[in-house]
């Protein structure tokens, strides 16, 4: 990845656009469907064509940046005050689109960092296990359960990364999955005496870290001290937003994991790589590539197109559906 002053490419849509193009292709273009890159000539203007399947596609086809639909300059702004921490509102006066748009795009990036979060991360060694309640500053039925609170469950590995889960309840049978599937037996956790953890000693060490008053304070390594300094850092960065839509906050949860975790990292081209390189970009395209045989086929039963059409289209797509199997020129037999 480049190295660049965010600011340089906010101030020039050229360079900017050449960026997040070098970040999507490092340097060799190839077909999105079937991973060819020899020959793929430019059809009209912007758009490619892969000489194998004749899939056609854009630069950022099938990326998070082509939904965005703005300049390149002002989403390396919008990334770079993003990246700060400036939340929209904040930044308005100094958009040239609305304030909406920009929410749109912060929503973007946050889905970005969501989507990329779902790794199968596995912690180990010593992991700190606790819970907490986002969303306490509203009237009404405080503590758990309360109403319109968002309930987090969160594991933090020493010296390592935290990782966290909203969950509906803290029940054993909400925790225990999430335990089981990313942490390693044989680790040392450290939770409180909520009873849902009793049964950790069975998987691995456990010790647990009593917080009540009376009791003498924790000596050495036993707290979790981790995971309570990830939940103010967590809610701190959320204060600053007034109010979170209650079907985002998982994005904004993953996006103060992602901070926390990466806390040294330039943030910048991370995000901008995540824009343009995405895990979920071959599976849009499949999905895309699926409805459309599926719409073929029903046309075809409904008698709006033929079975040379049929035919055509699968040609059209054949080593898409058929990966490996033969060449182009290969009439398909249907
Ligand atoms: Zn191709």
Request: net charge positive.
């Amino acid at each position: 990845m480049l190295v660049i002053n965010p600011l340089k490419l906010a101030n020039d849509c050229k360079i900017s656009r050449a960026y997040f193009r070098a970040a999507r292709w490092g340097g060799k273009r190839r077909c999105p469907s079937c991973d060819y890159q020899r020959r793929l000539p430019l059809v009209n203007g912007d758009r490619f064509r892969c000489s194998r399947c004749g899939y056609r596609f854009k630069d950022f086809t099938g990326t998070y940046l082509e939904r965005l639909r703005i300049p390149f300059d002002e989403l390396a702004h919008l990334l770079y005050l993003f990246v700060l921490g400036v939340p929209s509102y904040r930044s308005r006066h100094y958009l040239t689109v609305s304030l909406k748009t920009a929410q749109r795009i912060y929503t973007t990036f946050r889905q970005s960092i969501y989507d990329h979060s779902f790794t199968d991360q596995v912690l180990w060694g010593e992991i700190e296990l606790d819970e907490a309640m986002y969303g306490g500053r509203r009237k009404g039925k405080r503590g758990w359960g309360a109403a319109g609170k968002h309930l987090v469950f969160g594991l933090y590995q020493r010296n390592g990364k935290v990782l966290t889960f909203p969950i509906p309840d803290r029940s054993r049978n909400t925790l225990t999955p999430l335990v089981t599937s990313h942490t390693k037996a044989g680790s040392l956790y450290y939770t409180d005496d909520w009873h849902a953890y009793t049964w950790l000693s069975v998987k691995g060490d456990h010790v647990v870290v009593r917080k009540e008053e009376g009791v003498p304070k924790a000596k050495g390594r036993h707290h979790i001290n981790g995971i309570e300094g990830f939940w103010s850092f967590s809610k701190n960065w959320l204060y600053q937003y007034r109010g979170i839509p209650r079907h985002h906050f998982h994005l904004y949860l993953k996006k103060t994991e992602f901070r926390f975790n990466q806390e040294d990292e330039d943030l910048f081209p991370i995000i901008a790589s995540y824009l343009v390189i995405s895990g979920t970009n071959i599976f849009l395209i499949t999905l895309k590539k699926g409805m459309e045989l599926l719409n073929a086929l029903t046309a075809v039963e409904l008698g709006v197109i033929n079975d040379q059409q049929l035919r055509r289209f699968m040609h059209r797509n054949i080593s898409f559906f058929f990966p490996n199997s033969l060449p182009r020129r290969y009439p398909f037999p249907v």
